[in-house]
């Protein structure tokens, strides 16, 4: 099975459209963006019928603010880890830390004011186990990848690319270069969940800000594999 990938952004975040025999989306941007997200379907042809599951790397309001617009418009149902649904169904925000100088100076900033979206009910609340995305005709999966939040979610394909959200932060506002987040949880755990990706043979990292990167800069980052 072949895959297309589409990049955009929604505000300050990026999203994509990973298309097989139907589409995946993975995040929904920041708050009302549904009227660029039609531009974006109508600029690259697509049907957004097509569009059946949109998977929430994590539940802050820059990746989930157009998730029930774009649910409404698509019919495509939500998916997220099932220990983050009360921050998508009510007000609770799970707030990391920060990682690097950067990020304990606007930390306070980004993540005390509670930047309102519009909640939602999931439809699918994964567990850690893998869930497969072959019924939409795509080779991969979505896999647990804790760290920025404790629920936070990447999808892998199996051809080596993975759409980590904010496992991974490449550009303005937050890195001038592509590396770890600088707001985690636990950067601890993101750490080796990028040494897990490594030993899967993961080639190319699709961060929730920014472009995306070969996955040579994280393992010069860890150092990993070690190369002693
Ligand atoms: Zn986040
Ligand atoms: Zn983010």
Known sequence: MTTEIISFNLGVTS?????????????????????????????????PLRIKLIVLTHSHFDHC????????????????HESEIECVE????????????????TQPLIFFFKIPFPKFTPDILLKND????????????????????IGSLSVILNSGEAFV?????????FRLKPGLPIYAQDI??????????????????????GKAFPIEVIKNQLKYPSTN
């Open 15 to 47: 999203c994509y459209l990973i298309i097989g025999r139907e589409i995946v989306m993975v995040d929904a941007g920041m708050p009302n963006k549904l009227q660029l997200f039609k531009k974006i379907l109508s600029k690259h042809k697509i049907d």
């Open 65 to 80: 603010g157009s998730a029930r617009d774009i649910r409404d418009f698509t019919g495509a149902k939500i998916a997220i």
């Open 90 to 105: 009510h007000d609770k925000v799970l707030i990391p830390k920060g990682v690097n100088l950067k990020g304990k100076i």
């Open 130 to 149: 893998p869930y497969p995305l072959s019924e939409f005709g795509i080779d991969g999966q979505i896999i647990h990848t804790p760290g920025h939040t």
């Open 165 to 173: 959200g904010c496992m991974a932060h490449n550009g303005f506002p």
């Open 188 to 209: 601890g755990a993101i750490k080796e969940t990028w040494k897990a990706l490594i030993d899967r043979g993961i080639t190319f990292a699709y961060p929730g800000h």
